[in-house]
């Protein structure tokens, strides 16, 4: 597995090959992270209580409640630990290191009661299939500490020009996060008008949570270390209006995928392209076009210059 030969590159190449043992270890304990913050987070719309986010250092939970005070769990891919640290001044770390699974399920239990935070979690994955229970996972076991962190690296860059999209939008729109169910950086808009009843169908995930998820008419998009040789940048809408998928869009690399049923632009089209962010925010742009022109949204209301007051 070779990076990109400019040192210190922004955006890193990290093939999807190359990590698959380690990227599937990595995806099962982010879920169980992201239980333990399902597990004590208050209920918010479309389930964003659940999500990490990218930090500084990897992925946290940020501060989760917990009584009268708070505690906080992140992954850092820098020096490759887990930290859970609360409110009072308790801290506990973990090495991020090949293990299996179930001990690792096993290690953050133990952590969390020596913190005070009993916590008891769903005991199998989701949006997986097959979802071998945590406990009884000594499958998954891989970590490579580099491709961790040129995943982080990969995460670093997507939120900052998605988070810079996000800004020109001030209707309803989620925090740029990271859904560990399907392992993927979003930020979704809505317009405002409710959508009908999904159909559910995730794989080991219950019908209903996918109703809570898509209650509303959206457009998402995001980064997904999965699709094309270094992952994929995707954009879809719900419900898909007529013509979507045969709307044109930015770069040329970009394409709508049948399967998928949603557009998709190799993160490697961004990687090597002169202007990196430029392409990827075209891409951005010209999906959520396509979804909102086709589906009237009032985007008079619904948009804002990021810029204006630039000149103050």
Known sequence: MKESSRTGSQWPRLRVDDWVETRQTLHMWTQIVGKVRLAHAPMLNHWWQVTLYVSPRGLTTSAVPHGAGAFDIEFDFVDHL????????????????????????????QALEELGI???????PNEVDPAIPFSADYQHRTYDPRAAHLFWRQLLQAERVLGAFRGRFVGKVSPVHFFWGAMDLACTRFSGRRAPRHPGGAPNCGDWVMVEGYSHELSSCGFWPGGGEEGAFYSYAYPEPAGFADSPVTPSDAFYSRQNGQFLLPYEAVRTADDPDRTLTGFLQSTYVAAADRAEWDRAALETDPERWADR
């Open 118 to 124: 009993p916590t008891t979690i769903q005991d199998h």
């Open 82 to 109: 887990l930290h859970l640290r609360t409110s009072d001044g308790g801290a506990r770390s973990i090495s991020l290191e090949p293990m299996a699974v179930a001990d690792f399920r096993v290690r953050i239990g």
